[in-house]
């Protein structure tokens, strides 16, 4: 049907052959969700960062890969991808430009069809509470099995048992609800964790990082705000003392609470900046679900693109949005990180082409195209080539090499 995809998910184990520097704390939360340092080095692909060397377009490399992405001129989505746009680039692609304006020019050529960020889209679209990854999958996943006549629906491929041992599964389903309720009595939920996806503390922390808990007090939180809102409107309204050039705006925060995107409040223990750095870049009911085909289960082929650098750097981004589980634990994987950032986007398009009036307007989503989060900001960083910059000698140059082809 129409809103009915078929996911396919590849994992690329990589390896800088160069000199880097890892995060300890990094390391040991990709050990936690089970990253297999050991196969890195014994098996992971080569690369190197920076320009191209020697007739490198002509060999089998991580490199030749992603100037077939390039080729394929689809539209790139992530989750807050600044900086993996950034070691994209300067691992797989080129060395990275001396200035902000000449690397988005660069962007904007490379990703023709848009680059869309689902941080932004939870933010600003959807406008969900909170916008780190599991929790805006989760929440879009919710919403999705309230939907009756229209919803999405996700396919997986019957993988032959020769290559069983190679796939993945992270558990995914929805939590009943009797369960929900029974830890929400036992365990409070951790506020750090509930407004930013990680916590200091991570698995000796005594309160509750479950996510569809969190997302349970924050709808019944949200409602509760609605509806003194909606209440203290009217009394004002009967009241007469709403002037009436203000009332229609007067309406619209009764029925969607604060300007711009919804916000948690800050925990007042955390100091601000602390709060800063913790959200900063560094990177279906039974209904629906028994129409997949792994109804509770989400197989992980994944593709990725981190190395052993970008993978520790990356997880420092991860880190912040995720909670630290048992060795072997967890949903965080860079496959289901993938597949989670699909979802997302796969819903916010359908919610979009749902209400707009012209499906075949382009660009795809032009809410949301070329715009990247930007953290502590309430405008996005747009991906655009300004009349002021010009791009890059090498990808000038790698433009030529992947058209000629």
């Not at 949200?222 to 309406?251: F, L, P, T, V």
């Not at 992980?300 to 912040?320: H, I, P, Q, W």
Request: glycine fraction near 6%; include cysteine; hydrophobic fraction near 30%.
């Amino acid at each position: 049907s129409e809103n009915t995809y078929l996911s396919q998910i590849y994992n690329l184990t990589l390896l800088c052959m160069e000199d880097y520097i890892v995060e300890p704390q990094s390391v040991q939360f990709l050990v936690q969700h089970g990253f297999d340092f050991n196969k890195q080095y014994s098996q992971g692909i080569p690369y190197h960062k920076g320009n191209d060397k020697g007739n490198e377009n002509q060999s089998q490399s991580v490199r030749t890969f992603f100037m077939e992405l390039i080729r394929a001129k689809k539209p790139l989505v992530l989750h807050n991808g600044l900086i993996d746009l950034v070691f994209l680039y300067q691992c797989f692609y080129a060395h990275l430009p001396d200035s902000l304006g000449t690397f988005t020019a660069d962007l904007s050529e490379m990703f023709p069809a848009g680059i869309y960020d689902t941080k932004y889209a939870s933010e600003f679209e959807t406008r969900f509470v909170a916008s780190y990854l599991e929790y805006a999958y989760k929440k879009c996943k919710r919403e999705n099995c309230k939907l009756k006549d229209q919803h999405l629906t996700i396919e997986f491929c019957n993988y032959p048992a020769n290559v069983s041992r190679y796939i993945d599964y992270r558990y995914c389903s929805l939590e009943e609800a009797s369960h929900n309720e029974g830890e929400a009595n036992k365990v409070p939920v951790c506020e750090k964790f509930s407004a930013y996806g990680w916590c200091p503390n991570g698995v000796k922390c005594p309160q509750s990082h479950n996510i569809d808990l969190i997302i349970d007090e924050d709808d019944r939180l949200w409602e509760e705000k609605r509806k003194k809102r909606k209440h203290k409107w009217k009394r004002r309204k009967n009241a007469k003392e709403i002037e009436q050039e203000s009332s229609g705006k007067e309406m619209e925060l009764a029925q969607n609470g604060e300007e711009g995107p919804p916000r948690k409040q800050s925990c007042p223990s955390e100091p601000a900046a602390a709060m800063e750095l913790a959200e900063s870049t560094s990177n279906t009911d039974g209904r629906h679900l028994e129409e997949e085909n792994s109804p509770d289960m989400e197989p992980e082929v994944s593709l990725d693109t981190n190395s052993s650098e970008t993978e520790t750097a990356s997880a420092a981004r991860k880190r912040r949005e995720s909670q630290a589980l048992p060795s072997q634990g967890g949903t965080h994987r860079a496959g289901f990180d993938a597949f989670m950032t699909g979802y997302i986007m796969a819903y916010v398009w359908m919610l979009k082409k749902g209400t707009s009036t012209d499906a075949g307007a382009e660009p795809w989503l032009p809410d949301c195209h070329n715009k990247l989060y930007l953290s502590g900001k309430s405008v996005p960083l747009q991906i655009v080539k300004s009349l002021f910059s010009k791009s890059s000698k090498a990808h000038s140059q790698k433009m030529k090499l992947a058209w000629a082809s």
